[in-house]
Structure formats: structure tokens, C-alpha cells
């Protein structure tokens, strides 16, 4: 067997669809232009570009959702700030798996994480004069940035890989420093790289949040999925760990899209410090007439955006919050599948001469996930995504993440049972052709 995917018929595609560059195409981009040459050649791609849940959507979820629908909720307008049984659960998971205090009126449902951090940077950007920038500790969700970039906001960032440790503390401090960081964001476990931040770097966070006061925007997306620990046991240790032990300036992203898969009905949820929540901002009560941080992220920036999130859904996401707190739903043994690919996933790329390139935490190896990284010795990350192309095999460029690494994003979500042969057959290839 040959390469699956001929030249001309890539760089036809690639023409069609106006992509100069692999590295440089969105991640949807990067979909479309799998999807248009397996409809071509009839060839399947191995999809590991795409971070859509690969595991059916908690039953719990589906028929409360249901349920909601059938007494009649889609006639009305839900609350803005969210409806009271899915912010009293939300308050109760957050308590349940992270062990932090957070009362439910600071539990706050937005149309996917996607509007949490879109609003949460808003909020920020209109607290202080002097602070106007967006801190993103890398590699991160490319969108993050994008978002920031949309509404016009001043951006700075660094790479994890060298700031590990004391070298995090004293990174974020020389640029916390200039007192013009008005949010600190990163994702834990991380997208793309899938490393962990520890409770002593959580804690470096926090303390370096509060003494230049700047607030964290700490995405959960994958909240309970560093599988070197047993997350998944409702008010017992170990919890997941969280800067919110160590500082009061934070806003916690809660995704329902990875932790319980339901990413098409685009719910989740923002939870707000009370002491952040109730803080008093002489500026908003200036430009807007509301005095707190809560009030100003509801029924200014909330409002504005989607006025609330669908009203069936709040009580998907209520129920499933519930089922996970009375330990009727282990979100986080259905999830281990995740890791049990990645396992596989590993095994394969690095039997045929490829590493991982965040591959620990500290000194310890990153936990089996969603996702992982991979490099090839002499490729840049560009190079290997557009030679692995040809090969069938699709996922992102490292660079399109932020990271200074070179490599490629690998997601896991999408993979079935048939893909780890092919895979392997697709590597040998690849070997054999790109000596």
C-alpha cells in the first residue's frame, strides 16, 4: 500500500477551500478538509482533530431535559442568572468534587464554556483602568485567544513547559508586576498538552492573584480526568485541584460538553467566588449603574450576550449535577475510556519513532486523556501535521495552541476500535515513504 491521499488531490483540496497552510486552518477547517478527501478518495481518515465528545450523553441529562419539555418550559424565558434547582446542584458538585464553598447565586449557567470565558474576559476588562490585558498561560484552547483578539483586547503569554515549579511562581510574577493583567486563563488538565498543574503551582496562582489583583479564569473542561488519582468519589479526598484553595479571585469554567458529554445541547457553568461575586467595583456602578462584579456579569454582560441559556437544558445539567453528587452517575469512571485510548494511542505513535512532547509534570508522567502531545525529530509541528496528511491521519498543528513546542495536538475522543490498526498500518507507511 501507497500513500492513501495523492498530492495533486490534496492541494486541490486545500486550493478549493482557500487553506494556504495546514498549521495555520482552524480546527473546523481542518475537519472540512478531512471530510472533503475521504468523500473523494473513499479513504477513511484517523480524526484526531477534533475535541467533540466520543461517549453517548449522560441518560440523566436526556430525560430530565425531556421532562422539562414536556411541562412546558420552552414557553417562557428562563431566569438570566439561571434557574434555582441548576444553581443550588452546581453549588453542590462544585462542593461535592472540588471541596471549595461557593453559595448558588454565584453559580451561573452560560451557553457553553465557550460564553464563560467570552463573558468572564468582558467582566475583567471593565473593573480598572490599568488593567487591560488578557493573560494566557499556554499551550491553551485556541479559541481563548481568538476571543480576546475579537473584542479588542490586549493579549501576553508564555509556554508552560519551562515554567514549572518555582520557575511559574516567578514567571507570573514579572509580568503580574506591571499591574496590567486584568485575567490570568489556563485549563487544568490541559488542552492541548494534558499536563496538570500541582497544588504547589495552584497555590502560586492564587497568592500571586490576590497580591496583584488580577482574577483567574480556570477552565474545568476536563474536571476529574487526570486519572493518576481517584477523582471520581462525591465529598470524599481526593478532590480536583484548583486554585480556588488559594486565592478569591476566580471564576471556575464548568463545562457539561466533556464531563458528562453533552456538548450539543451547549451548557455550562461560571462559578464566581461570593467574596468576588458581592465585591464592589466604583467603576461598573460609573459606566453602568451596578456596583458588584455578580450583578454586572448577569444582567449587563449575560443579558447582552444570549439573555440566559436554553431553559430545558438548565435542568439536564441540574439533574446530571445531582446524579454525580448522590453517586448515582461516576462521570469520571465513564470518561477512563478517554484514557484507555490515549494509552493505545501512545503505544502506536511512539513504536514508530515519535514522542511525546509535554510529558511530564515535574517528575512525574502526564496522565493518560483527552488529549496528548507528539513530535517526530526533524519536523517542525507544521511539517508533520501536512506529511501526516497525506497518511490519513488528521490533527493540530502544537503552534496554533500557543505552545513553543514542536509537535501536534492529539485528541482522542473520536477514535474507534478499527482505528488502532489502521493507525498502525498508516505509521509504518509513513516510515517506509518518509525515509
Not at 495546514?22 to 468523500?39: C, K, M, N, P
Not at 473513499?42 to 421532562?67: C, T, V, Y
Not at 464531563?259 to 460609573?286: C, H, M, Q, W
Not at 488502532?420 to 509504518?428: G, K, V
Request: charged residues 25%; aromatic residues 10%; negative net charge.
Amino acid at each position: 500500500m501507497g500513500i492513501p491521499f495523492q498530492r495533486d488531490v490534496v492541494e486541490d483540496v486545500l486550493q478549493r477551500m482557500r487553506i494556504s497552510k495546514v498549521g495555520d486552518a482552524t480546527i473546523r477547517q481542518t475537519v472540512a478538509l478531512s471530510e472533503e478527501l475521504e468523500r473523494r478518495t473513499g479513504e477513511k481518515f484517523i480524526h484526531l482533530e477534533m475535541g467533540s465528545p466520543g461517549l453517548p450523553a449522560s441518560r440523566f441529562g436526556i430525560e430530565a431535559q425531556k421532562e422539562a419539555l414536556d411541562n412546558g418550559v420552552a414557553s417562557s424565558y428562563p431566569n438570566i442568572s439561571g434557574i434555582t434547582p441548576l444553581k443550588e446542584q452546581a453549588s453542590r458538585f462544585v462542593k461535592a468534587f472540588l471541596d471549595i464553598d461557593v453559595k448558588p447565586e454565584g453559580c451561573i449557567p452560560t451557553v457553553g464554556s465557550m460564553m464563560g470565558t467570552f463573558a468572564s474576559f468582558i467582566v475583567c476588562t471593565h473593573l480598572s483602568p490599568e488593567k487591560d490585558t488578557i493573560l494566557f498561560i499556554n499551550p491553551g484552547f485556541s479559541v481563548q485567544p481568538l476571543q480576546a483578539k475579537v473584542l479588542g483586547y490586549k493579549r501576553e503569554a508564555f509556554d508552560v513547559y519551562d515554567c514549572r515549579g518555582e520557575r511559574l511562581r516567578d514567571k507570573l510574577e514579572s509580568i503580574l508586576a506591571k499591574g496590567h493583567i486584568a485575567g490570568i486563563v489556563y485549563s487544568n488538565p490541559n488542552n492541548p498538552s494534558w499536563v496538570c498543574l500541582t497544588e504547589e503551582e495552584l497555590r502560586y496562582v492564587g497568592e500571586l492573584a490576590t497580591k496583584y489583583d488580577a482574577i483567574v479564569i480556570e477552565d474545568l473542561a476536563y474536571l476529574g480526568m487526570d486519572f493518576r488519582k481517584e477523582l471520581g468519589h462525591p465529598f470524599e479526598p481526593p478532590y480536583q485541584a484548583t486554585v480556588a484553595r488559594y486565592t478569591k479571585n476566580y471564576m471556575l469554567m464548568l463545562s457539561a460538553s466533556k464531563i458528562f458529554s453533552y456538548a450539543g445541547e451547549r451548557i455550562a457553568t461560571v462559578a464566581i467566588s461570593d467574596e468576588l461575586y458581592n465585591r464592589v467595583y466604583p467603576k461598573l456602578k460609573e459606566e453602568f449603574g451596578i456596583d458588584t462584579l455578580g450583578r454586572f456579569f448577569v444582567f449587563v454582560v449575560v443579558y447582552t450576550l444570549s439573555s440566559g441559556v436554553t431553559h430545558s437544558v438548565q435542568y439536564a445539567l441540574a439533574a446530571m449535577y445531582k446524579a454525580a453528587c448522590d453517586g448515582t452517575l461516576d462521570f469520571v469512571e465513564e470518561t477512563r475510556e478517554y484514557a484507555r485510548r490515549a494509552a493505545r494511542l501512545k503505544e502506536i505513535f511512539l513504536r514508530h519513532g515519535f514522542h511525546i512532547v509535554y510529558d511530564k509534570d515535574l517528575d512525574e508522567p502526564v496522565s493518560d486523556g483527552f488529549f496528548f502531545t507528539i513530535g517526530r525529530k526533524g519536523y517542525t509541528g507544521d511539517e508533520l501535521l501536512d506529511r501526516l496528511l497525506y497518511y490519513g491521519v488528521s490533527a493540530i498543528s502544537l503552534r496554533t495552541t500557543g505552545s513553543e513546542q514542536q509537535g501536534i495536538r492529539v485528541c482522542t475522543s473520536m477514535v474507534k476500535e478499527a482505528h488502532y490498526a489502521l493507525l498502525d498500518e498508516r505509521l509504518e507507511i509513513f516510515n517506509r515513504m518518509e525515509k
